[in-house]
C-alpha cells in the first residue's frame, strides 16, 4: 500500500466530485430543506407532548441529533453497490477487477475523495450553522478528535457492509431489493430516522449491541457527550465496541467477497 | 470569378494540393443553385451552425476548486456553416475525424439538436419544429446502442415498432419478407436482443430501422467491431433495401471497405466545417497519379508506398529498392480510398 | 403524418407495460427479494410511527387513529407514482451514458415514451398496506360509509397522488441540467415520508413553501380533510384536485423543456 498512490487515488476522487459543482450545491439546499421539515416535525411533538424531556432528550438535543445525523448520513453515503452492478451489467468490472491495486482497497480510497469534499462541504457548514443557531450547545474540546476518530471508523464499518451486501446483489441479480433492505435496517437501527433514546427499553437493550449503531449513534453521542461517552469508561466502551465489529465485518468481508468474485456473473454477450 | 476559379481549379486538376479550390468552385455553384425543396432532395442543410456552451476548466486540484465558483464559459463551434443537400436515393457516406462535428449534424437532422443559426429541411420539414412527424420518416441506428427493447425476441420487438409506427399490416408482412429474402433473418428472429451476438445486434437494429419503410435512414458506424462475413452481409442488405425502396442512406463510417462498398457519393467534415463532397470517382480522379507500390521482400511480407506518379516515376522507386533489398514480387494498385481520404484530413490541418 | 390519438397511447402503453412485466417475471429471484423490500420499508415505516407515539400520545392535536388515517391515505396517494412513474430514477443515467436519445428517434411523445417502460410491481405491496390502514384507521374513528363518501375518497386520493408524480418529474428533470443532482431525487422521496403528518406543524414562510411550492401537504393532509373533518373542509381541500392538475401540467412542461434544451452531448 504506497502512501503516493493512495493519494494520487484521493485527489482524483475529490476532483471528480467538484466537477459535479452545481450538484454539490443542489444537495446542500436540498438538506437544508429536509432539516426545516425535520424542525417542524418535532417541534410540533415536543409541543404535544407537555413535557421539555423526553427519555432524556430535550427538543434541542433532539434537532442537534437529527441535524448532524443527517449531515452524517450524506458523508458516509456511498453508491458502491450502484456503481458496482452497473460496472458488471456492462462488463466494465472486467476491467476493474484487472487494476494493479486490490479492487477492494481502490474502490475504497477512490471514494474517499468524495467523502472529503462531502465532509467539508456538507458536514462542516452544517456544523457551523447548528453552533450558531444554538449558540453553542455542542461541547467543543478533546470529543472533536474522538468524534473524528469515530467517524473515520464509522466509515469503515459502513464501507464493510456494502461490500457485504454486494456480493448479494450479485448473486440475486438484485440490485435495488437487497440495497433498501440495507438501507431500511441500518437508518432505523442506527438511529438515524429516530434517536435510540426513544426506543422502547427492551429493543433499545437488543439495538445497542448491533452494528448499526457504530455508524451513527456512537460518532453522534461521542460528539454531543451522551451515552456516557464523557467519562473515559463510557469512552472506551464505545470506541470498544466499534472496533469490534469493525474487526468481525471485515473478517466476514474478506470471506464473503472472495468467494464472491470466483463466482462472479458477467453479463452480456 | 467563378469561370477563372474553375480554370484555375482545371489546369491544377490532377494537383491534390488545389482540390480545395475544386471544392469551393462546386459549393458555390451548388449554393447558387439550391432552390426550394422541390421534392427530390432527402435532405437540405444550409449555412448551419451550431455552438455550445462549454466551461473553462483548469487543471490541476487548486484548478478544481476555483472552478467550483467560476462563471467563465467560453463557447465552442461544433459545427461551423455547413451546407449540404442529399437526393432521394442516394447512399451518402459521412466522414470525419473524430470530434469533427459529423454525431452533432446527425443530431440536427434527426430533430433532436437544434441548430444555432442555418436552416434544415428533411423531407421538406424543418426536424427540429415537428419532432414527430419528423421521426415517422426517419430510421435510425445510432452507436452501438440498441434501440430495441433488450429482453423480447426480435418479432416482438418488430411487432411493437409495427404498432408505434402504425405500418399497415400488409406492408408489415411485405417488409418481413423482403428481409427474409436479403438475409436469412429466420434465426434471430425469435431471439432476445440480450442473447444475440454483436453482428446479430446490428444485423436487428438496422432491421428495425428500415422496418416502417422511412424515405432516409441514418446509420451510425454499423459495421464497427463487426467480423467480415458480417460486413459483408450488413452492407448487401442496405445496398439491397435501397436499391428496393429507394431509401436516401447517410451512412457514418471510420470503415472504408464500407464506403467503397455502398457510397457513390462523400461528404467529409473536420473541425465542424465540410472540406469535401463529390463522388468517389472523383476522388479517385485527384489522386489519379497516385500509386501504391507493394513489393514483397524476402520474408514474404508485403511494404508499401505511396508514389505521386507526377513527381516520381515508379520504375525508379523500384531500382531503387532493389539495390538495397530482395524483391520477391511487385504490384502496382491504384490509391486505395484510405489513402486518399488521408490525404485529405491532412491538406485540411495544413 | 399519421394521427396518434388517447386511444393509440392507451393501446401502446398496454403493449409496453406487459413487455416489462414478462421481461421483469424471468428475474425470479430479483422480483422475490424487491417484493421483500418493499415489505421491509413499510414495516419501517410502521416502526417509526409506533415508536414515535410510544412516546407522544397525541401530535398537534391528532390522535393516533387519525394520525394512522393520514398515514393509509398518503401510502395509496404514493402508489401511483411508485408503480407508474418509477422510470424517472434511470432518467439521470440514461441521460449520462446518452442512452436517453433513443427515446428521442420514435414518433411518439418522449415522457410517454420513457415513463411506459417501466412498471413497478411492488408498489402494489405498498398499496395493500394503505388500504388495510385506512380500512382499519376508518373502523376504528368510526366514519360512516355512504357511497358519496367512498367517492369522495375515490377522488381526493387520486387528486393527492397527482403531487407526488409532480414532484418526482421536477426532480428526474433536474438531471437535464445539473450534473450529479441524483441526490434531490433521493431528498424528495424522503420528503414524502413527512406527508404523514399533519402540515398544520408548519407556520410561516415554510407554511407556504410546503403547501405550494413542495406541496407536501397535498399529498394527504389536505385531500384525507375531506373525510376526516366533512364539516371543516378548509377551502385549500377543495381546490386541490384543480392545483394538482395545474402542478402535474407544469411538471411535465418542466420536463420537456429539458428533453428540449439538453445538449445530448452525453456520449
Known amino acids: 500500500m504506497n502512501p503516493k498512490r493512495l493519494l494520487a487515488i484521493t485527489r482524483a476522487g475529490i476532483m471528480e466530485s467538484l466537477h459535479f459543482r452545481l450538484g454539490i450545491f443542489v444537495t446542500l439546499f436540498a438538506n437544508l430543506i429536509y432539516l426545516v421539515l425535520v424542525y417542524y416535525l418535532w417541534k410540533a411533538i415536543y409541543a404535544s407532548s407537555g413535557t421539555t424531556v423526553v427519555n432524556g432528550m430535550t427538543f434541542e438535543d433532539t434537532m442537534i441529533y437529527l441535524i448532524l445525523a443527517t449531515a452524517l448520513f450524506n458523508f458516509l453515503e456511498m453508491f458502491v453497490v450502484w456503481d458496482m452492478s452497473r460496472s458488471i451489467q456492462s462488463g466494465k468490472i472486467v476491467l476493474d477487477l484487472l487494476k494493479p491495486m486490490r479492487f477492494r482497497k481502490y474502490t475504497f480510497w477512490s471514494y474517499t475523495g468524495n467523502h472529503i469534499v462531502q465532509f467539508v462541504l456538507t458536514f462542516i457548514p452544517t456544523f457551523v450553522v447548528v453552533m450558531i443557531v444554538t449558540k453553542g450547545a455542542i461541547p467543543m474540546g478533546l470529543n472533536l478528535v474522538w468524534f473524528l476518530a469515530a467517524t473515520v471508523i464509522a466509515l469503515m464499518i459502513n464501507y464493510n457492509i456494502e461490500m457485504l451486501i454486494a456480493p448479494i446483489c450479485f448473486f440475486t441479480e438484485s440490485t435495488w431489493g437487497v440495497n433498501i433492505v440495507k438501507e431500511t435496517i441500518v437508518l432505523l437501527l442506527s438511529g438515524a430516522t429516530i434517536p435510540l433514546a426513544f426506543f422502547p427499553e427492551k429493543a433499545r437493550m437488543v439495538v445497542s449491541y448491533l452494528p448499526f449503531r457504530a455508524v451513527y449513534d456512537i460518532p453522534l453521542s461521542i460528539l454531543l457527550g451522551k451515552n456516557g461517552s464523557d467519562t473515559w469508561q463510557g469512552l472506551v466502551s464505545l470506541f470498544a465496541l466499534q472496533l469490534a465489529w469493525l474487526l468481525v465485518l471485515t473478517l466476514a468481508g474478506n470471506l464473503f467477497w472472495n468467494s464472491a468474485v470466483k463466482k462472479v456473473t458477467v453479463n452480456g454477450g | 470569378m467563378e469561370y477563372s476559379y474553375k480554370n484555375r481549379a482545371f489546369t491544377n486538376y490532377y494537383h491534390a494540393d488545389n482540390y480545395n479550390i475544386l471544392v469551393i468552385a462546386q459549393k458555390r455553384k451548388r449554393e447558387n443553385e439550391m432552390s426550394e425543396y422541390s421534392g427530390n432532395e432527402a435532405v437540405i442543410m444550409k449555412n448551419v451552425c451550431k455552438d455550445f456552451k462549454v466551461l473553462n476548466r483548469h487543471e490541476g486540484l487548486k484548478g478544481s476548486i476555483k472552478d467550483l465558483f467560476s462563471r467563465d464559459y467560453k463557447t465552442v463551434s461544433a459545427v461551423k456553416d455547413v451546407t449540404l443537400t442529399v437526393n432521394r436515393g442516394e447512399i451518402i457516406g459521412y466522414l470525419g475525424p473524430n470530434g469533427a462535428g459529423k454525431s452533432t449534424t446527425i443530431k440536427m437532422m434527426t430533430g433532436v439538436l437544434e441548430p444555432t443559426s442555418g436552416e434544415i429541411l428533411v423531407n421538406g420539414k424543418v426536424p427540429y419544429k415537428n419532432r414527430t412527424e419528423n421521426c415517422e420518416n426517419i430510421g435510425v441506428v445510432f452507436g452501438q446502442r440498441s434501440q430495441l427493447w433488450w429482453s423480447l425476441p426480435l418479432i416482438e420487438s418488430f411487432k411493437l415498432l409495427r404498432d408505434l409506427y402504425m405500418v399497415p399490416e400488409k406492408d408489415y408482412q411485405d417488409m418481413i419478407a423482403l428481409y427474409q429474402s436479403l438475409v436469412d433473418i429466420e434465426p434471430i428472429l425469435h431471439k432476445p436482443v440480450r442473447e444475440m451476438s454483436l453482428g446479430q445486434r446490428t444485423l436487428s437494429d438496422i432491421l428495425a430501422a428500415f422496418l416502417h419503410n422511412p424515405p432516409i435512414v441514418f446509420l451510425d458506424e454499423p459495421t464497427i467491431g463487426l467480423d467480415v462475413s458480417m460486413k459483408a452481409k450488413i452492407r448487401e442488405l442496405i445496398l439491397g433495401l435501397n436499391k428496393e425502396k429507394n431509401t436516401t442512406v447517410i451512412l457514418t463510417t471510420h470503415d472504408m471497405g464500407d464506403v467503397d462498398a455502398l457510397c457513390k457519393r462523400i461528404v467529409i467534415i473536420d473541425k465542424g466545417t465540410k472540406i469535401y463532397d463529390n463522388d468517389i470517382d472523383h476522388l479517385k480522379t485527384y489522386f489519379g497519379s497516385y500509386r501504391t507500390l507493394k513489393i514483397k521482400r524476402a520474408d514474404d511480407t508485403w511494404e508499401e508506398t505511396l508514389i505521386d506518379d507526377k513527381t516520381t516515376d515508379v520504375m525508379d522507386v523500384i531500382m531503387e529498392k532493389r539495390k538495397t533489398m530482395k524483391i520477391k514480387d511487385v504490384k502496382i494498385d491504384e490509391i486505395s480510398t484510405e489513402e486518399v481520404i488521408k490525404k485529405i484530413y491532412e491538406g485540411s490541418a495544413k | ?267
Not at chain 3, 31 to 50: A, E, Q
Not at chain 3, 74 to 94: E, H, K, Y
Not at chain 3, 171 to 195: E, L
Not at chain 3, 196 to 222: D, L
Open chain 3, 1 to 267: 403524418m399519421h394521427k396518434r390519438g388517447l386511444g393509440f397511447y392507451a393501446r401502446i402503453y398496454r403493449k409496453i407495460l406487459i413487455q416489462d412485466l414478462k421481461s421483469k417475471m424471468s428475474y425470479r429471484a430479483d422480483f422475490i427479494i424487491s417484493t421483500f423490500g418493499m415489505i421491509m420499508t413499510n414495516l419501517s415505516g410502521f416502526i417509526t410511527f409506533m415508536i414515535l407515539f410510544h412516546n407522544f400520545p397525541t401530535i398537534n392535536g391528532w390522535d393516533y387513529y387519525h394520525m394512522l388515517f393520514l398515514y393509509g391515505f398518503s401510502l395509496v396517494a404514493l402508489t401511483p407514482v411508485q408503480c407508474f412513474f418509477d422510470n424517472n430514477w434511470n432518467l439521470r443515467f440514461m441521460v449520462q451514458s446518452g442512452d436517453f436519445i433513443k427515446y428521442c428517434f420514435r414518433p411518439v411523445n418522449v415522457f410517454f415514451y420513457f415513463i411506459s417502460e417501466v412498471f413497478d410491481v411492488k408498489g402494489l405491496g405498498q398499496l395493500a398496506f394503505g388500504i388495510g390502514t385506512i380500512i382499519y384507521a376508518w373502523i376504528k374513528i368510526g366514519i360512516p360509509v355512504t357511497p358519496l363518501v367512498i367517492g369522495k375518497l375515490i377522488v381526493f386520493l387520486l387528486t393527492a397522488s397527482l403531487f407526488m408524480i409532480a414532484l418526482m418529474n421536477f426532480a428526474a428533470a433536474t438531471c437535464f441540467w445539473i450534473k450529479g443532482s441524483g441526490y434531490v431525487m433521493v431528498i424528495m422521496f424522503r420528503f414524502k415520508d413527512f406527508a404523514k403528518y399533519p402540515s398544520s406543524i408548519f407556520e410561516g414562510i415554510f407554511k407556504i413553501i410546503f403547501t405550494f411550492i413542495i406541496p407536501i401537504a397535498f399529498i394527504a393532509y389536505y385531500p384525507s380533510l375531506v373525510i376526516l373533518t366533512p364539516d371543516n373542509v378548509p377551502l385549500l381541500s377543495w381546490i386541490s384536485p384543480l392545483y394538482g392538475i395545474l402542478f402535474v401540467f407544469l411538471s411535465y412542461k418542466f420536463w420537456m423543456l429539458g428533453v428540449r434544451k439538453y445538449d445530448f452531448t452525453g456520449s
